[in-house]
């Protein structure tokens, strides 16, 4: 998993996930220390980028055919799902969901990366040797 950056899986914590991902987590520590006001712009940016991150991940993984595609993409939309919940409180001014999320994403990308993302990396891996 070298060539990729990413270690073998259950090797990530969350200060390795911090460096891999700095732009990621520098906004959800903005958005932790921002003003509701803030807070609901920057959180469905957030949101919005964070969807096609995903959904450029999943254009990847099904051009290569990789088995896990689908447990990989009902990944994504559960927390998609919580966070468009969530999201639907904050535009109508109700920032607390949001907040409580933020503290829970972390150990979700902690987990997210080192299991699903390593198996998708590690077939790349495979189909460019």
């Known amino acids: 998993m070298q060539a990729y950056g990413i270690p073998s899986a259950g090797a990530l914590d969350e200060a390795k996930i911090k460096q891999l991902y ?3 987590f520098s906004e959800l520590d903005a958005m932790t220390v921002a003003s509701d006001a803030q807070f609901s712009l920057r959180y469905p940016k957030f949101v919005d980028e964070l969807e096609r991150d995903f959904a450029n991940e999943e254009q990847w993984m099904a051009d290569m055919d990789v088995r896990v595609v689908q ?3 009902a ?3 559960q927390l998609l799902r919580l966070l ?4 639907s409180r904050v535009m109508a001014g109700d ?3 949001g907040r409580k999320i933020l503290p829970l994403l972390p150990p979700w990308f902690a987990s997210h990366i080192s299991e699903m993302d390593t198996i998708w990396a590690q077939a790349a891996c495979r189909k460019q040797a």
């Open 22 to 24: 700095p732009q990621l």
């Open 71 to 73: 447990e990989h993409r």
């Open 75 to 77: 990944e994504h939309a």
């Open 84 to 87: 468009h919940h969530a999201q």
């Open 95 to 97: 920032c607390n969901l």
